[in-house]
């Protein structure tokens, strides 16, 4: 079992930024991949970044890409998304998830994450 805790969401003007956390508890921090998930109004849950489970390789959707940073902190247990540059398209509810599968790569689909958080909003004003 995992628990995922989100924070660091509000409302940013456009072109500003913003630090989600999400804090894990329950198992081995370093065994899982941690990705970040986010779903506008009227829209389905779409990836936004992934990270693997020691942090050496991290992932981003192409919308995101150049903007979004996620990083992992083991000493603390929490995974980040650091959001730059932000756009009104970027509102949506964050959430972060976990997946304990064992072995295989970052995966892409939220099918994959057993664990999620309870999510934050994240609102981009013009």
């Known amino acids: 079992q995992v628990q995922l805790v989100e924070s660091g969401g509000g409302l940013v003007q456009a072109g500003g930024s913003l630090r989600l956390s999400c804090a894990a508890s329950?198992?081995?921090?370093?065994?899982?991949?941690m990705g970040w998930f986010r779903q506008g109004p009227g829209k389905e849950r779409e990836f936004v970044a992934a990270?693997?489970?020691?942090?050496?390789?991290?992932y981003y959707a192409d919308s995101v890409k150049g903007r979004f940073t996620i990083s992992r902190d083991s000493a603390k247990n929490t995974v980040y998304l650091q959001m730059n540059s932000l756009k009104r398209e970027d509102t949506a509810v964050y959430y972060c998830?976990?997946?304990?599968?064992?072995?295989?790569?970052?995966?892409?689909?939220?099918?994959?994450?057993?664990?999620w958080g309870q999510g934050t909003q994240v609102t981009v004003s013009s």
């Open positions: 329950g198992r081995t921090f370093s065994s899982y991949h």
């Open positions: 998830a976990a997946d304990l599968r064992p072995y295989g790569g970052v995966s892409y689909s939220p099918e994959r994450y057993g664990y």
């Open positions: 990270i693997t489970r020691t942090g050496g390789t991290t």
